[in-house]
């Protein structure tokens, strides 16, 4: 399985599971778009895996909530790469509360983040990928879009959203023969994981099946694999990576 000549963008790839999915597909030849909103220093060494790994990669700041930053990102990849092949919609952030206190703008934000930046990013990707042999759209959702979570209704929100975004652009983009997937990942040992306080995490991990938190790289093989040609046939679907916390 190779992705030799792949043009791959990640976004949020700066750390957690986008720097690890930069990295696996780096390791199978792609070449990676490391995108970040902040995290200069480390979407550099994001650079320097995806290299070591034996891909190419260019690191790109872009807030993916902001469409002229997007817009930016495609000249500086299109200069770069050419055309992207696979775009990896990961960025994302969480502002957890319960319902009660969660105001307007804790709402907004999180669902700027996670939708209006998918939305955005597909949309100025769109051409590339729909154009691009067997072009790939990846969202990375959450176990959380599925069963709900306590403090995080603007999350859980945003993360459903995700599967209905993704089936009706699977279909939209059927007809040139590209593939628009979910990955929806369990909890997975990040910084976004570390913001938990531990005795919740504690209870978590009672309910996990396989008894660990997810890495970066369970992720990632998944991600590695829905972007390479060995994915075809498999269009529309939610990808569950969570140590059947799903059982
Ligand atoms: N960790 C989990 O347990 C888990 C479980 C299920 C799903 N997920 C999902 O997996 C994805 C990655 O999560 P993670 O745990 O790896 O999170 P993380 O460690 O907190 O990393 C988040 C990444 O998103 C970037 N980002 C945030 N807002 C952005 C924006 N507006 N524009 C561009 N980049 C932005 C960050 O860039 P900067 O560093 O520059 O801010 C960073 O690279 C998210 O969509 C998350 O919802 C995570």
């Avoid at 934000?109 to 990707?125: A, N, P």
């Avoid at 769109?126 to 709900?148: F, H, P, T």
């Avoid at 099946?209 to 060995?230: H, M």
Wanted: charge should be negative; include cysteine; aromatic fraction near 6%.
């Amino acid at each position: 399985m190779t992705l030799d000549d792949r043009t791959c963008l990640v976004t949020g790839s700066s750390r957690g599971i986008g720097r690890g999915i930069a990295t696996e597909l780096g390791r199978n030849g792609a070449n990676v778009v490391v995108n970040y909103r902040s995290s200069e220093g480390p979407a550099h060494e994001t650079v320097e895996r995806v290299e070591d790994a034996g891909g190419e990669a260019i690191a790109v700041q872009a807030d993916v909530t902001s469409e002229d930053d997007v817009l930016r990102m495609r000249d500086v990849v299109h200069e770069a790469f050419g055309p992207v092949d696979v775009l990896i919609n990961n960025a994302g952030i969480t502002q957890d509360t319960r319902f009660v206190n969660m105001t307007k703008e804790e709402w907004d934000t999180v669902l700027d983040v996670h939708l209006g930046g998918m939305f955005i990013s597909s949309k100025v990707f769109y051409d590339d990928v729909r154009e691009a042999e067997e072009g790939r759209l990846i969202n990375i959702s959450s176990i959380v879009g599925k069963q709900g979570n306590f403090g995080q209704a603007n999350y859980a929100t945003a993360k459903s959203g995700m599967f209905g975004f993704t089936r009706t652009l699977a279909l939209e983009l059927a007809p040139e023969g590209s593939t628009a997937n979910c990955v929806a990942p369990g909890f997975t040992a990040t910084d976004m994981l570390e913001q938990v306080p531990e005795q919740v995490k504690e209870n978590i991990l009672e309910e996990i099946p396989l008894d660990r938190f997810g890495s970066v790289e369970d992720i990632a093989c998944t991600v590695r694999f829905l972007a390479s040609e060995d994915s075809s046939y498999i269009t529309g679907e939610v990808i569950d990576v969570n140590g059947g916390m799903d059982l």
